[in-house]
């Protein structure tokens, strides 16, 4: 069993920086890979980023490739997103997410309670 928990999310201007992180209780989270995910009012949840057990591998949906990076420290089971020249079309609550892997939700057991994005323009 892992329990997930995100910080890091508030209110910023569009060009800004923001970086969620998320941490994970459980002895289990290195065995794991770990996704974000994001969902704007009135849209489906949609994959933000993922990274495998080890973070040597990483995969980003297009919306966010260039500008967002997720790595990990399975020493401090965290999980991290680093957002980068944010634009409005970014807000959203940010879930962090643990499991299998992959792009969709169904593929992650493990979810957190989100955390709020906001970008101002």
């Known amino acids: 069993q892992v329990q997930l928990l995100e910080s890091g999310g508030g209110l910023v201007q569009a060009g800004g920086s923001l970086r969620l992180s998320c941490a994970a209780s459980g002895r289990t989270f290195s065995s794991y890979a770990m996704g974000w995910f994001r969902q704007a009012p009135g849209k489906e949840r949609e994959f933000v980023a993922g990274?495998?057990?080890?973070?040597?591998?990483?995969y980003y949906g297009n919306p966010v490739k260039g500008r967002f990076t997720i790595s990990r420290d399975n020493a401090k089971n965290t999980v991290y997103l680093q957002m980068n020249s944010l634009k409005p079309e970014d807000t959203a609550v940010y879930y962090c997410?643990?499991?299998?892997?992959?792009?969709?939700?169904?593929?992650?057991?493990?979810w957190g309670q989100g955390t709020q994005v906001t970008v101002s323009s």
């Open positions: 990274i495998n057990w080890s973070g040597e591998r990483k």
């Open positions: 997410a643990g499991g299998r892997g992959a792009t969709i939700p169904t593929d992650y057991d493990y």
